[in-house]
Nanobody, 127 residues
Framework: VQLQASGGGLVQPGDSLRLSCAASGRTFGLYALGWFRQVPGKEREFVASINWSAGSTYYADSVKGRFTISRESTKKTYLQMTSLKPEDTAVYYC??????????????????????WGQGTLVTVSS
C-alpha cells in the first residue's frame, strides 16, 4: 500500500486548510486511515483517524473540535483543519491500517495500530 499526502502549506493563525491522502496498491485489506504529525526534535503525535470497520473516528484532544477527518472511499481520506494555531505547525503523515481492533480500543491512538505510512506534508501556521 502506498500513501500520498497533499495539501500542506503556509497559512496564518485562524485559517483553514484541508489535507488529502490517497491510498493505492492493495487497499482492499485496509480498515482505517488517519494522520499523525511531527515537529523536528519532538515525538510523533497522533492527530486523527477514521475506522470504517468499526464506524468510528478518533481525535487527539489538541485538535478535537477544530479538525475533522472524513473519507471518500477506502482509498481516500481528508483532514479538514480549521482555527489553525502556530502549535499545529508540523509535518503531517498519512497512515493506514489493515487491523480490525474494536472501536473502543485505545490502540487506535497509537502508531502501533498503523501498518503503512506515507511521506509527510508540511503545514506551517505563522503570521
Amino acid at each position: 500500500v502506498q500513501l500520498q499526502a497533499s495539501g500542506g502549506g503556509l497559512v496564518q493563525p485562524g485559517d483553514s486548510l484541508r489535507l488529502s491522502c490517497a491510498a493505492s496498491g492493495r487497499t482492499f485489506g485496509l480498515y482505517a486511515l488517519g494522520w499523525f504529525r511531527q515537529v523536528p526534535g519532538k515525538e510523533r503525535e497522533f492527530v486523527a483517524s477514521i475506522n470504517w470497520s468499526a464506524g468510528s473516528t478518533y481525535y487527539a484532544d489538541s485538535v478535537k473540535g477544530r479538525f475533522t477527518i472524513s473519507r471518500e472511499s477506502t482509498k481516500k481520506t481528508y483532514l479538514q483543519m480549521t482555527s489553525l494555531k502556530p502549535e499545529d505547525t508540523a509535518v503531517y503523515y498519512c497512515v493506514a491500517s489493515g487491523r480490525r481492533y474494536n472501536s473502543g480500543n485505545s490502540i487506535w491512538y497509537s502508531d502501533k495500530a498503523y501498518d503503512y505510512w506515507g511521506q509527510g506534508t508540511l503545514v506551517t501556521v505563522s503570521s
